[in-house]
Structures are given as structure tokens and as C-alpha cells.
């Protein structure tokens, strides 16, 4: 019984390695991950309680890296809402089309980037690594402030 708690719990905590890795920290993340999780099955395979604790502590943090790191990358990475975009520097006036102003690029705490909170029918957004305030009534571009991503 102690055993098939212990392989559902190693089995909660195993990450899959075959996600796509992105950058060489999370590669090396997932790494220590198969690693946590096999020094895990050892102990699960010798009943030891008190290794069992400390492998399973070992591969909840592991685990908790890499899921860390891969939200980061994913925060980092920009995905346009067009296809065929490339980046072009914006400037105050430019216009904007809608999607890129829309709810999924909008930074929602604009003072975690030391920015000002946007008046009325105003809107922080990501563009590329920008942060960009975006008059939301016609697209036209208020604010920029580069490099932010």
C-alpha cells in the first residue's frame, strides 16, 4: 500500500521532458528534473521514509524551477496577433490596429513597470518589447517606452 502512495505521489510530480525546451535554462531545468524524479523511484524502490521525504521535497522544487522558468520564457516571448508582423518602432501618433491593443497584450499592473496608470480610454500594451500607451477609441499611440521585455 505505502508503495502505490508513494509511486501516485512520484507520478503527481513528474514533469514531462518532452515539452520543447526554449532556452538552455530550462533544458538544464528539465535535466535536474528526470534526475529528482529517478533519485525519487530509487528511493520509492527501497522504502526508506526518510529519503522518500527528502528525493520528493528534491523534486517538488525541481519541478517548481522549471515550471518558473517556463512561464518566464513565456512571458518573454512575444506572439503577435497578426501574422507576417515585424517589428517597427513606434512613435507618438502612430496608429496601432485593433488587435494589438486589445485585451491580451494589455499590461494589467502598468505601476509593476514604473509606468503611469492610463487615463480614460487609454491602455498600456505590450508591442514587441515596448510598452506602448495606445488610446483605445482610435489606435493612436500616446506614449512609448522601450525595451521593457
Not at 517556463?70 to 501574422?83: E, I, L, Q, S, T
Not at 510598452?131 to 517606452?145: C, F, P, W
Amino acid at each position: 500500500m505505502r508503495k502505490l502512495i508513494f509511486s501516485g505521489l512520484m507520478a503527481a510530480l513528474v514533469i514531462p521532458a518532452a515539452a520543447s525546451a526554449q532556452t538552455g535554462e530550462i533544458r538544464k531545468d528539465e535535466r535536474k528534473v528526470d534526475k529528482q524524479n529517478e533519485q525519487l523511484q530509487s528511493a520509492v524502490d527501497s522504502g526508506n521514509l526518510r529519503d522518500i521525504e527528502k528525493h520528493a521535497k528534491g523534486a517538488r522544487k525541481a519541478g517548481q524551477e522549471l515550471r518558473e522558468d517556463r512561464d518566464d520564457f513565456a512571458r518573454k516571448h512575444y506572439v503577435a496577433p497578426y501574422d507576417n508582423w515585424s517589428y517597427t518602432a513606434l512613435t507618438p501618433g502612430a496608429r496601432l490596429r485593433p488587435g494589438f491593443y486589445g485585451a491580451n497584450y494589455s499590461v494589467g499592473h502598468p505601476d509593476g513597470y514604473e509606468l503611469h496608470r492610463a487615463k480614460r480610454n487609454q491602455r498600456w500594451v505590450r508591442y514587441g518589447d515596448d510598452l506602448v500607451l495606445v488610446n483605445t477609441r482610435n489606435g493612436t499611440v500616446v506614449e512609448v517606452v522601450t525595451g521593457r521585455f
